[in-house]
């Protein structure tokens, strides 16, 4: 009897999951989460994709990938959550993003939701190959460690091939359009400039010092990229591309290489981020082939 007494505490701690978050806090569960909630779409699809889909009791406004996570239940956002809505659902774990370089002011009171067992998890992959261990760190907090770790070791093979066939190809100088009034850029240090290196391209404005700086056509112009892509879709991204079209040859870009990729899969750090990226490779070597007088 004693010797139960003394092993059921060392037990419940080697059943204990931990891990560090993308803020750099230490998270402990005591199990598996069983009822997560998501509040940014990134986060539900990096779920989906650890296997972890069917815990999900969730989601933030803006999930809508995969189907099925827009059937799910809506609790605000990351900026403005429900506390009172995702308390009612009883999580075990909240999944959110961290903002910049560390957690956000979300709106929720982590000291009571720590008192109801609530744990909050900040989620922000800022290369590509953090997707694939993000995806192993969710299925570990959910206990879906196998699937986790299968999707992650097939993430890592197509990025492992798609970083070798790029490496020494001649780069390719491009622009990286996000919206248009006003126009934003990305620089080299976020996921996106991660992607565009990947694929041996070089970012015309990689070195500002804003993630996200705003710039004009007058500055693209002196830039004159080899190659443009806009991160947009539907009408605004037909309507970008025409406009840099009109250019003709004072651009160097126009009228071939330029190219419109989905913002949604471009955007999030999730495995759709890394298809999108095998596209945006493709279209950079369209550009490079054309330099090259192929």
């Not at 009791?57 to 403005?80: F, I, M, T």
């Not at 947009?232 to 591309?241: I, M, N, R, S, V």
Request: proline fraction near 8%; include cysteine; glycine fraction near 10%.
């Amino acid at each position: 009897m004693a010797v139960a007494l003394v092993l059921v505490p060392a037990a419940a701690l080697a059943q204990a999951i931990h891990a560090r978050d993308d803020a750099g806090r230490d998270i402990t569960l005591p199990a598996p989460a069983r009822r997560v909630v998501s509040l940014a779409p990134h986060a539900t699809e990096l779920l989906y994709a650890a296997g972890a889909g069917a815990a999900i009791v969730g989601v933030d406004r803006y999930s809508n990938y995969p189907p099925e996570a827009v059937k799910l239940p809506r609790v605000g956002d990351g900026l403005h959550p429900n506390a009172e809505r995702i308390v009612a659902l009883a999580p075990d774990l909240v999944v959110l993003w961290a903002y910049g370089d560390g957690p956000a002011h979300a709106g929720l009171p982590e000291s009571l939701l720590a008192r109801l067992g609530i744990r909050l998890y900040y989620s922000n992959p800022r290369k590509l190959a953090d997707i694939p261990d993000a995806i192993e760190r969710l299925g570990e907090l959910t206990g879906t460690r196998t699937t986790a770790r299968a999707h992650a070791a097939d993430l890592r093979r197509r990025l492992a091939a798609l970083a070798a066939r790029h490496a020494g190809q001649r780069p390719v100088r491009v622009f990286y359009q996000v919206g248009s009034q006003p126009m934003y850029t990305v620089n080299d240090r976020g996921i996106i400039g991660d992607a565009l290196r990947t694929c041996g391209a070089v970012n015309v404005f990689g070195g500002l010092p804003a993630a996200a700086p705003m710039v004009g056509t007058e500055g693209v112009l002196k830039e004159n990229p080899q190659a443009i892509i806009v991160g947009q879709a539907g009408p605004g991204a037909d309507a970008a591309l025409a406009a840099w079209k009109a250019f003709g040859p004072a651009l160097a870009a126009a009228p071939d290489n330029l190219w419109a990729i989905d913002p949604d899969a471009m955007h999030r750090p999730t495995p759709r981020m890394i298809d999108a990226t095998e596209r945006l490779c493709g279209m950079i070597d369209a550009a490079r082939r054309r330099a090259a007088g192929r």
